[in-house]
């Protein structure tokens, strides 16, 4: 199966709804987060499937009300409009499978449940061909998220073909939602809203930048000479049995996973940080107006009892 180009989630408005102010902030390791202002019971996920495959996706997260997981029930909609509530995970039960949903075609549309006080750390799943994301409720009635380090997530052999959002949204009508290249890479995702905001999107892959031409960096990268141990990032490239990419993992993964934690990526950057440390270069660090100037140290302040301001 080959991704011919991008798969593009777009976020749009169906009712009247106040002007919206929009700002991109940055999340952990430069995935960014996009704010909306939105009526919750009329927040429709726009798909727009570029990848000529089938995609199916499942939908979770935390429901607010009831401090509970709660994942996504189909209760209405036709082919590529979907339309539910959220369900209690105990209505699973430990141990079972959340139910998924797919379609084919260009686009479809997915109706977040209303929900008044909210739902957190919420996650669509996405997976590209004829196996949808194998996600199961644990002992607690929590739902874990994909991850590399821990395959049984999402079957990497049958459909090796996945990726997600993660998003939250409040008692206030704030949504913050981001796409999540941290633990992986496996396809070209990209956020935007309708209408565009002033600040905040697009966020994710640039738009027309390929999957292929992805991989492609990636394993350019990985032949350079400049940096023999660029060599040492090879096994973050996963492939299929044939030798077509899967996905790129993130080294924290792949170190993660039993048996790696001695591979050369572990140690990786240690001469750098021990040269940082051992000949450390000026540093200034600038906060609320002030500028702080000084050298890097091994000496452990609180170990010492240094005092600043006369404070330990």
């Given at each position: 199966m080959r991704l011919q180009d991008t798969l593009t989630p777009l976020l749009r408005k169906q009712q009247r709804r106040e002007r919206r102010r929009c700002q991109g902030r940055q999340d952990r390791l430069a995935c960014e987060r996009l704010e909306l202002r939105a009526m919750l019971s009329s927040?429709?996920?726009?798909?727009?499937?570029?990848?000529?495959?089938?995609?199916?996706f499942a939908l979770y997260g935390l429901d607010n009300a009831t401090?509970?997981?709660?994942?996504?029930?189909?209760?209405s909609g036709t082919d590529n409009s979907f339309s539910g509530r959220l369900a209690p995970v105990q209505e699973l039960g430990a141990g079972k499978p959340l139910p998924s949903y797919s379609f084919t075609g260009t686009t479809a549309t997915l109706v977040l449940p209303d929900s008044p006080s909210g739902l957190s750390s919420g996650t669509i799943v996405i997976t590209v061909g004829d196996t949808g994301?194998?996600?199961?409720?644990?002992?607690?009635?929590?739902?874990?998220?994909?991850?590399?380090?821990?395959?049984?997530l999402v079957n990497a052999t049958t459909n090796p073909y996945y990726d997600f959002i993660e998003f939250t949204y409040d008692a206030g009508d704030n949504l913050y939602i981001n796409t999540t290249q941290?633990?992986?890479?496996?396809?070209?995702?990209?956020?935007?809203?309708?209408?565009t905001p002033q600040h905040g999107a697009p966020v994710g892959v640039t738009p027309g930048v390929s999957r292929d031409a992805i991989f492609?960096?990636?394993?350019?990268?990985l032949g350079q000479t400049a940096d023999p141990s660029a060599s040492d990032f090879q096994p973050l490239l996963q492939t299929t049995g044939t030798g077509s990419p899967n996905r790129i993992i993130a080294p924290g993964q792949y170190l993660a996973m039993p048996g790696n934690a001695t591979d050369p990526l572990a140690s990786y950057f240690d001469a750098a940080v021990h040269s940082f440390f051992t000949s450390p270069p000026p540093l200034s660090l600038v906060a609320s107006g002030s500028?702080?100037?000084?050298?890097?140290?091994t000496r452990n302040p609180v170990a010492h009892g240094d005092l600043v301001n006369g404070v330990p």
């Open positions: 927040l429709p996920f726009v798909f727009t499937n570029q990848t000529g495959e089938s995609v199916q401090g509970q997981w709660a994942y996504f029930q189909r209760d994301p194998n996600i199961t409720t644990s002992s607690s009635f929590t739902v874990p998220r994909p991850s590399p380090s821990n395959p049984s941290v633990d992986q890479f496996g396809f070209p995702i990209t956020l935007t809203a309708s209408p492609q960096a990636f394993s350019a990268f500028t702080f100037v000084g050298t890097a140290t």
